[in-house]
């Protein structure tokens, strides 16, 4: 339940920061909807605790899926590449349509 919270806190903050004009409020906002959507890749690949997934560790029941932390971990490092890159967009931009014209 608290999961499910924090996932749609993070969705809701981030659909409101999208639709403001500022760029940097629209960069924060893909920012908070990532890390939405990593938390529910991980909610919905380990549905109940599990151990470790390694063999030697753990029997192989009750070992946890590590494909869903993978796909988690390569979005991250993915979003951390397209926010710096909307950030130096955000940064050497000439016009930004918050300001009015003059």
Do not use: K, Y
């Amino acid at each position: 339940m608290m999961l499910a919270l924090t996932i749609a806190i993070l969705a809701a903050g981030g659909v409101f920061l999208i639709l403001q004009r500022g760029m940097v409020r629209i960069v924060l906002g893909m920012g908070l909807i990532s890390h939405a959507a990593n938390l529910t890749i991980l909610a919905a690949g380990i549905p109940r605790w599990r151990g470790e997934p390694f063999p030697s560790r753990t029997p192989l029941e009750a070992a946890a899926d590590p494909l869903p932390q993978a796909f988690v971990l390569t979005a991250i490092v993915i979003t951390m590449a397209t926010t710096a890159f909307m950030l130096a967009l955000a940064a050497l931009g000439r016009s930004d349509d918050t300001r009015s014209a003059e």
